[in-house]
């Protein structure tokens, strides 16, 4: 069974749709993450959220948008997607203060 | 503010050689410090990690780091290479916040070649 699972593996839209990647831990964390990888393989962190209460809020465009419906799931919502926003982006999990469970990214083409 | 410094984004070896992959960290307190491997296509898989306790800790693969605090450092290492540990390679430290979470703050990566 897959520890921390992202859907879908890769995404290829146009400027200005907008899109969702979901995220599903089945490791009963507490917290869930979204990172975004960009091309130089620089990671950044987005958001965090514990418990389904949003922790953290890295200075990200209003254009993307998180939820949680449960410590569970963490979803990424992306409005009027630009050019910029082509990256791979990494939903984690893990139980303060242990490491991160990664899953295996979403690659996010804009053209 | 807590960061990480990984130094050289490249390092090449011949296979069976000695790995060492550099990282230096800055913390106001005693930091949480973590390597990740990161295969191409793929998302990011822990080698090891450093809480407290042990000062030189062994990972999966075959791959050991010490934390040294008069140095700041917690330099990866494997003994002989492999053309499989072919990857990149991330140095992290966990920032905590509120005591209700926190998040690892990464370094720039490096990658590693292992030349046949």
């Known amino acids: 069974d897959t520890a921390v699972s992202q859907t879908p593996k890769y995404l290829v839209t146009q400027m200005g749709n907008d899109k969702s990647i979901k995220c599903e831990q089945n490791l009963g964390h507490d917290t869930m993450y979204w990172y975004k990888q960009d091309s130089k393989k620089f990671l950044k962190i987005m958001f965090s959220y514990n418990n389904k209460e949003l922790i953290i809020n890295e200075t990200v465009p209003n254009r993307f948008s998180p939820k949680s419906p449960d410590k569970a799931h963490l979803n990424l919502h992306i409005n009027s997607l630009e050019l910029g926003d082509s990256a791979v982006y990494f939903c984690?999990?893990?139980?303060?203060?242990?490491?991160?469970?990664f899953g295996n990214g979403t690659r996010l083409t804009v053209t | 503010a807590q960061s990480v410094t990984q130094l050289g984004s490249h390092v090449s070896v011949s296979e069976g050689a000695l790995v060492l992959l550099r990282c230096n960290y800055s913390?106001?307190?005693?930091?949480?410090l973590f390597w990740y491997v990161q295969y191409p296509n793929q998302g990011l898989q822990l080698l090891l990690k450093?809480?407290?306790?042990?000062?030189l800790v062994k990972g999966i693969n075959g791959f050991e780091a010490e934390f040294k605090k008069s140095e700041t450092s917690f330099h990866l290492t494997k003994p002989s290479a492999h053309m499989s540990d072919a990857a990149e390679y991330f140095c992290a430290v966990r920032v905590m916040i509120y005591n209700q979470g926190g998040k690892l703050i990464f370094g720039q990566g490096t990658e590693l070649s292992v030349k046949p």
């Open positions: 984690a999990s893990s139980q303060v203060p242990s490491a991160l469970h």
């Open positions: 450093y809480t407290t306790g042990a000062t």
């Open positions: 913390s106001s307190v005693p930091p949480y």
